[in-house]
């Protein structure tokens, strides 16, 4: 098993730009997740996913969007980077938001200049 | 809403203890404990259910109380390779209703020879 990828591992973007992160895990988890890191905040939730078709907003949602096709893959969007998106993101997934370890991913470094 | 970590950061032999405390406000299911090294994802430690069930590494222990909406991390007989941040996550209900994890700002500790 590969656990649970993302891509890029590195991204660089100018304010304005678009782009998607991509997260997929092949564990087979209905819970999936997508945090940033940014030094002194800890991980903070931006959405999650309990299952294929079924999203909703963590902590900091404002200026990004996921969806869930499939139970494999969780993409997160940024619409039009800002630079206060500039941060690492970690994508992760278990069997339950609760009563599973979460498995990260590797972890996407992005900047937003 | 973030649950709260104390200490921020601690310093220690190799050889000593340490205790790591995390409360919420929210009503919780479940608390779970990570550990990051630098540049690295979170590593699951434990996690601590409703009614006392855990599951984690043996050498890691940890406390929950459900009414208090508290949980303590015990680091003993510290070794070099402890060092590192450590996270606490709690599993609460979001607004809409849905499960979430939410992680608190981490705890730095560094163990010294």
């Known amino acids: 098993n590969a656990g649970v990828t993302q891509t890029p591992k590195f991204q660089v973007l100018k304010t304005g730009q678009s782009m998607t992160l991509q997260c997929a895990q092949d564990?087979?988890?209905?819970?999936m997740s997508w945090y940033r890191q940014d030094p002194g905040m800890g991980l903070r939730l931006i959405h999650y996913?309990?299952?294929?078709?079924?999203?909703d907003q963590g902590e900091v949602p404002n200026g990004y969007n996921v969806s869930r096709s499939t139970t494999e893959d969780f993409p997160l969007r940024l619409l039009s980077a800002a630079p206060s998106q500039t941060s690492v993101y970690f994508c992760a997934s278990s069997y339950s938001p609760g009563k599973g370890e979460q498995y990260f991913g590797p972890g996407t470094r992005l900047t937003v200049t | 809403q973030q649950p709260v970590q104390s200490p921020q950061a601690v310093i220690l032999r190799e050889g000593e203890d340490a205790v790591i405390n995390c409360s919420s406000s929210?009503?919780?299911?479940?608390v779970h404990w990570y550990r990051q090294k630098h540049g690295e994802a979170p590593v699951f430690l434990m996690i601590l259910l409703k009614g006392g069930e855990q599951k984690g590494h043996e050498k890691i222990s940890a406390s929950f109380n459900e009414k208090k909406q508290q949980s303590s991390l015990y680091l003993t007989a510290s070794q070099l390779s402890y060092s590192g941040t450590y996270f606490c996550?709690?599993?609460?209900?979001?607004?809409?209703?849905?499960?979430?994890?939410?992680f608190g700002k981490g705890t730095k500790l560094s163990v010294i020879p």
């Open positions: 996550g709690t599993e609460g209900k979001s607004g809409a209703g849905s499960y979430q994890l939410t």
């Open positions: 929210k009503a919780l299911y479940s």
């Open positions: 564990m087979n988890h209905e819970y």
């Open positions: 996913s309990v299952g294929a078709g079924i999203t």
